[in-house]
Nanobody
Framework: QVQLVESGGGLVQPGGSLRLSCATSGSLFGLSFMGWYRQAPGKRRDLVANIFVGGSTNYADSVKGRFTISRDSAKNTLYLQMNSLQPEDTAVYYC??????WGKGTLVTVSS
């Protein structure tokens, strides 16, 4: 069993930055990847970024060059650094372990 708890969301103005964190606990045996997904109101949950065990990453086209995913294995924490935020980035952000375990999400609102 894996538990995931996201934090770091909030209200930010367009052009601003936020860093999301996802604290992970439980057995990490079998980890293949961790990732961030987001779901805007009335829309499906979509990939933001993944990071694989070997360190490789992939990003949604809409966030490339603005968002950076990273993982601190010693702290069992996943991060998402988000820069140049835009209103269309407004969503609930979820972290996932292998696409199987999910956190409850943290809300990011980008508005002036």
């Amino acid at each position: 069993q894996v538990q995931l708890v996201e934090s770091g969301g909030g209200l930010v103005q367009p052009g601003g930055s936020l860093r999301l964190s996802c604290a992970t606990s439980g057995s990490l045996f079998g980890l293949s990847f961790m990732g961030w997904y987001r779901q805007a109101p009335g829309k499906r949950r979509d990939l933001v970024a993944n990071i694989f065990v070997g360190g490789s990453t992939n990003y949604a086209d809409s966030v490339k060059g603005r968002f950076t995913i990273s993982r601190d294995s010693a702290k069992n924490t996943l991060y998402l650094q988000m820069n140049s935020l835009q209103p269309e980035d407004t969503a609930v952000y979820y972290c996932t372990f292998n696409g199987h375990y999910w956190g409850k999400g943290t809300l990011v609102t980008v508005s002036s």
